[in-house]
């Protein structure tokens, strides 16, 4: 799809010095701009290229002002790395304007869709679902029964929900994700096997969710596994049986958190981390990368280390530890000396 410098700059509320009917159809860092291209100058760092880009159309602040001859055409506007942040976010939008059933595709019984459905090739839809308005499903996805969608979601290809799941409005579901499947749970039994536990739970997924790439939520054993609203999680995460994530909180790739335990609002939880079961994280806990989790967190609590504990002990821990070896050499020395 072609954009014009006028259209660009329609959006934008910005000026047009130079061709008004310049068209660019991608876009590119300002170094590496070709011709088609559209990119933006913010940082003073970049300056010399705006006067060798190949780039068709920059947007630029208005203050600017060139100081040789320039080919590019300039889109002038108050904050170019805020008016191309908004690009970005349109043609975002526009690049997932899709609508319409493909072909082949399983719509089951009683299923009930919004206008603006956009539904991929190889698609389930399973009995009783309900989907929102301008929902975009895209191929190889997996809807079981019973499962609500909210408006406004979209599920990259190969998704999988299922049955009973509750999802809000305005949801981003990355390819490879599993929603539902069952908890992690079983009962040994006196010759040493294990019986499984039916997991007969579900999952609820508030409002303003994102969820990376191959995370794995798992439903709950009885009740419900709760992501709140506005959480976003990284990819390639593991959510247990009956976990619940407070509103707001941002989880990095590859952290495990086990069955049953509550993370509070407003966290900010690093990569590799490992939650034991049935803690209480409480609000505004920052928990840095590769920690282990073994006891509940107070709120506010900073923390770093496995087992996890207070982050300003663990650094100072830390220089000692690395200089463990000269210690341990003066400890000797001082042994021998005496």
Excluded: W
């Excluded at 002002?65 to 080919?71: F, R, V």
Aim: with cysteine; charged share 20%; proline share 3%.
């Amino acid at each position: 799809m072609k954009f014009t410098a006028e259209q660009i700059a329609g959006i934008l509320e910005g000026e047009v010095v130079g061709n008004p009917n310049a068209e660019v159809y991608k876009l590119a860092k300002i170094e590496e701009g070709t011709d088609g291209s559209l990119t933006f100058l913010a940082n003073p760092k970049y300056g010399s290229y705006i006067y060798t880009t190949k780039a068709t159309i920059t947007i630029v602040n208005k203050t600017f002002q060139p100081e040789q001859e320039i080919a590019t055409t300039l889109i002038k506007v108050e904050d170019a790395y805020k008016s191309f942040s908004k690009l970005l976010e349109y043609y975002n939008q526009v690049k997932l304007m899709k609508s319409g059933i493909e072909q082949p595709s399983m719509i089951s019984e009683n299923v009930t869709y919004g206008q603006g459905l956009y539904l991929g090739s190889f698609c389930y839809i399973g009995k009783n679902v309900i989907i929102g308005k301008n929902a975009k499903i895209y191929p190889n996805s997996f809807i079981g029964d019973n499962v609500v969608i909210g408006d406004d979601c979209v599920f990259f290809a190969g998704v999988r929900i299922y049955s009973e799941t509750v999802i809000g409005n305005n949801c981003t579901v990355h390819s490879g994700v599993i929603i539902g499947s069952d908890g992690f749970g079983f009962a040994p039994q006196e010759d040493g096997s294990y019986t499984k536990v039916p997991q007969i739970g579900n999952v609820i997924i508030e409002d303003n969710v994102e969820i990376g790439s191959c995370t794995t939520i798992d439903r709950a054993t009885l009740g419900s596994t709760v992501i709140k609203k506005g959480v976003k999680l990284d990819n390639q995460i593991q959510i247990a049986h009956n976990v619940e994530i407070g509103e707001n909180t941002v989880i990095a790739a590859q952290t495990g958190i086990a069955g049953s335990t509550k993370i509070g609002k407003n966290c900010m939880i690093g990569g590799q981390v490992g939650f034991a079961g049935h803690l209480v994280i409480g609000d505004n806990v920052k928990i840095q990368a590769q920690s282990g989790i073994g006891k509940n967190l107070s709120d506010g609590e900073v923390v770093q280390g496995s087992p996890a504990f207070n982050y300003g002990d663990f650094s100072k821990s830390y220089v000692h530890f690395r200089n463990l070896p000269k210690i341990v050499s003066d400890l000797e020395k001082i042994k021998k000396n005496n």
